[in-house]
């Protein structure tokens, strides 16, 4: 971007204003908002000039290997406006870097990707410590083994069990000893075998 001396007086006065505010004339207001305008519109049209070499950068990549020069003169001319390489570029410039100016391209875009990436995982780090503070645990708490339940006889647990049911007949403490006649009964006598006369007469 070039400013003609006119713009550039116009921008000399408004940083001394800046830095030293000062009642300003009505002439010297409209001079400030014209060059804010060009400035604006310089801006917008960088953006359209960009977009337009990106255009034509990703025809040309496509239509490669026909188009090898002037997609390197493109490609050139995209890194120098500041333009950030690509995965499709790398690859593109890989293949064909049996070419010596896409060998010299290739080693530069490397480099240009990696510091991209490098940048890009910088702000992520920087924004997820800003974000996310720190919980701090106190160490004891980290440390403290887990404390055992122990059951207790009684209680709730001990009342929900099922108790058994009560053994049928006197408790054994109270049950009467039997007598010996009654665990050995007494043997009867064998009936001797009647005379043989009464065997003949029967």
Same mark, same amino acid.
């Given at each position: 971007?070039?400013?003609?001396?006119?713009?550039?007086?116009?921008?000399?006065? $408004?940083?001394?204003? =800046? @830095?030293?505010?000062? *009642?300003?004339?009505? %002439?010297?207001?409209?001079? /400030?908002?014209? +060059? !804010? &305008?060009?400035?604006?519109?310089?801006?917008?049209?960088?953006?359209?000039?960009?977009?337009?070499?990106?255009?034509?950068?990703?025809?040309?990549?496509?239509?490669?290997?026909?188009?090898?020069?002037?997609?390197?003169?493109?490609?050139?001319?995209?890194?120098?406006?500041?333009?950030?390489?690509?995965?499709?570029?790398? $690859?593109?410039?890989? =293949? @064909?870097?049996?070419? *010596?100016?896409?060998? %010299?391209?290739?080693?530069? /875009?490397?480099? +240009? !990707? &990696?510091?991209?990436?490098?940048?890009?995982?910088?702000?992520?780090?920087?924004?997820?410590?800003?974000?996310?503070?720190?919980?701090?645990?106190?160490?004891?708490?980290?440390?403290?083994?887990?404390?055992?339940?122990?059951?207790?006889?009684?209680?709730?647990?001990?009342?929900?069990?099922?108790?058994?049911?009560?053994?049928?007949?006197?408790?054994?403490?109270?049950?009467?000893?039997?007598?010996?006649?009654?665990?050995?009964?007494?043997?009867?006598?064998?009936?001797?075998?009647?005379?043989?006369?009464?065997?003949?007469?029967?």
């Amino acid at each position: 971007m070039a400013f003609s001396a006119d713009e550039l007086r116009v921008l000399r006065g $408004a940083l001394a204003i =800046a @830095l030293h505010p000062a *009642p300003l004339q009505d %002439e010297d207001v409209q001079d /400030c908002l014209r +060059l !804010a &305008e060009s400035v604006d519109e310089a801006v917008r049209e960088a953006g359209r000039l960009r977009a337009f070499l990106l255009d034509d950068l990703a025809r040309y990549r496509e239509a490669l290997p026909g188009s090898l020069a002037g997609y390197l003169g493109l490609l050139r001319d995209a890194l120098t406006a500041g333009y950030d390489p690509a995965a499709d570029d790398l $690859a593109a410039l890989r =293949a @064909l870097r049996a070419n *010596p100016a896409a060998a %010299e391209l290739l080693a530069r /875009c490397q480099i +240009l !990707a &990696e510091r991209s990436v490098r940048a890009r995982l910088a702000r992520v780090s920087q924004a997820t410590g800003s974000t996310a503070p720190a919980t701090p645990v106190a160490a004891g708490a980290a440390l403290a083994p887990r404390a055992r339940l122990l059951a207790l006889p009684g209680g709730r647990a001990a009342a929900d069990e099922p108790k058994p049911n009560p053994p049928s007949g006197p408790p054994p403490g109270d049950r009467p000893v039997p007598k010996p006649s009654e665990v050995f009964p007494p043997r009867r006598r064998p009936v001797p075998p009647p005379p043989p006369e009464e065997r003949a007469a029967g």
